[in-house]
């Protein structure tokens, strides 16, 4: 867990340089920053070609990586992790829920009776990298129970997300592409169940499994949620001790390659497959993958133009209401109510007002509500007027946020030396 989040606040870093530059970028005179997220590349495989937009490999290609990690954290959180304790993961879990009904219940009554009522599911995310390093900004006033109250409500939350993106925002379905891919899935599923652990396999068959994802209509970056979730949480040699790896390394009847090799094998599946998967991809989604979706998707247009039509669209309005105001009603109000009905408590050592401290700094939605941003809406002006929404909704709830937290309580007194 402290690993984990030392990634998403690290990588929270790197995703706001990225931010930054793509602004800038997409501000300077001409119109190099379009022309070349625009630049058509064409995957050739086989005599099969897919065409798409740098842009379009970045949000179909690149963000399936991050989602197939967010798979990878769902199924160890729900199996080993923070969602074993159902009683414990049911405050997360509640507050996860009101924090996407309420924004998606203002995104549309402010939006009421026109034609973009479509992106009500963008005030929905929360952009779990930012908000932890909001929450790190803060220091120790923050006790550890309510950051692992946020990062679970951040997984409940990504569910919702996944599930919303996966029934509203799909173009006309190809069912023969689908049972393909459902076919590819029900293979990878059986491969793993005979316990057959050759890689190679597995990246043709997530390869195979993308592709036709993103040929049936389904979004591509599905694949890599599904992919996620059947990976196994368990190790496969739970039993394994020192002794028996000692055993196999001066094994005399064995050459000193092969005591290696079998020595490694019985470490590997000493470790699941999945937290080896996270150990090692995490950090480049982090650091990398999530940092270039910034910069293909955050270079918004500043200009006087963009941001009058902005300030009177009520999408803008919309999204900004539905991530500060609706965050915090919706959390906070599920939470406060969970709380006097007793059906759970707080997190140790928190209090209500840092608790809507938190709820306020759930308001940063970033990046999935960018993701969602360009499904909802393929109109350059409307879209444009989403993302203004999405980049001021989160600049207003990580002040907000931060400042419920810094004056909340003192910071906790450090320990004895």
């Given at each position: 867990m402290r690993r984990f989040l030392h990634v998403e606040v690290s990588g929270g870093i790197v995703l706001l340089v990225a931010?930054?530059?793509?602004?800038?970028w997409a501000n300077l005179p001409g119109d190099s920053y379009t022309d070349f997220w625009h630049s058509e590349v064409t995957l050739d495989v086989a005599g099969f070609e897919v065409h798409e937009d740098l842009l379009g490999w970045v949000n179909d290609g690149l963000m399936a990586v991050?989602?197939?990690?967010?798979?990878?954290?769902?199924?160890?959180?729900?199996?080993?992790?923070?969602?074993?304790?159902?009683?414990?993961?049911?405050l997360p879990a509640v507050g996860a829920l009101g924090g996407m009904v309420v924004p998606a219940l203002i995104f549309v009554a402010i939006t009421a009776g026109g034609d973009n009522a479509n992106g009500w599911g963008i005030p929905m995310a929360t952009d779990i990298?930012?908000?932890?390093?909001?929450?790190?900004?803060?220091?120790?006033?923050?006790?550890?129970?309510?950051?692992?109250?946020?990062?679970?409500?951040?997984?409940?939350?990504?569910?919702?997300?996944?599930v919303v993106i996966a029934v509203f925002y799909n173009e006309s379905l190809d069912w023969g592409w689908l049972a393909l891919a459902a076919g590819l899935i029900a293979t990878t599923y059986f491969l793993k169940r005979i316990r057959v652990w050759y890689l190679p396999v597995y990246v043709i068959l997530a390869g195979g499994t993308w592709l036709a994802m993103l040929e049936s209509g389904?979004?591509?970056?599905?694949?890599?949620?599904?992919?996620?979730?059947?990976?196994?949480?368990?190790?496969?040699n739970s039993d394994m001790t020192r002794e028996q790896v000692?055993?196999?390394?001066?094994?005399?009847?064995?050459?000193?390659?092969?005591?290696?090799?079998?020595?490694?094998?019985?470490?590997?599946?000493?470790?699941?497959?999945?937290?080896?998967?996270?150990?090692?991809?995490?950090?480049?989604?982090s650091f990398v993958i999530i940092p270039i979706f910034a910069l293909a998707n955050a270079g918004i247009e500043l200009s006087g133009d963009a941001l009058s039509d902005a300030a009177s669209s009520s999408v803008t309005i919309g999204i900004a209401a539905g991530l500060v105001i609706g965050k915090i009603v919706g959390i906070g109000g599920a939470v406060f109510i969970a709380v006097r009905l007793g059906v759970s408590r707080l997190p140790g050592g928190a209090t209500m007002t840092q608790?809507?401290?938190?709820?306020?700094?759930?308001?940063?939605?970033?990046?999935?509500?960018?993701?969602?941003?360009?499904?909802?809406?393929?109109?350059?002006?409307?879209?444009?007027?989403?993302?203004?929404?999405?980049?001021?909704?989160?600049?207003?709830?990580?002040?907000?946020?931060?400042?419920?937290?810094?004056r909340a309580a003192p910071p906790d007194p450090p320990p004895p030396t």
């Open positions: 931010t930054v530059a793509a602004l800038v991050f989602f197939f990690i967010v798979g990878l954290e769902i199924k160890r959180e729900w199996e080993v992790g923070e969602l074993v304790d159902r009683r414990a993961a049911l990298a930012f908000a932890l390093g909001i929450i790190a900004l803060v220091g120790n006033r923050v006790p550890s129970p309510l950051k692992v109250f946020l990062l679970t409500l951040a997984i409940v939350d990504d569910i919702g997300a996944i389904v979004h591509a970056t599905l694949a890599g949620v599904i992919l996620g979730v059947i990976t196994p949480t368990h190790a496969l000692e055993a196999t390394m001066t094994d005399p009847a064995l050459d000193q390659t092969t005591q290696a090799v079998e020595a490694a094998r019985l470490i590997n599946e000493s470790v699941p497959v999945g937290s080896r998967l996270i150990r090692s991809i995490h950090p480049w989604t608790m809507f401290g938190v709820c306020a700094v759930a308001g940063i939605g970033f990046t999935v509500s960018l993701f969602i941003s360009n499904l909802a809406y393929e109109d350059e002006a409307i879209l444009s007027q989403a993302q203004i929404g999405v980049l001021a909704a989160s600049i207003i709830a990580a002040v907000i946020g931060a400042t419920i937290l810094t």
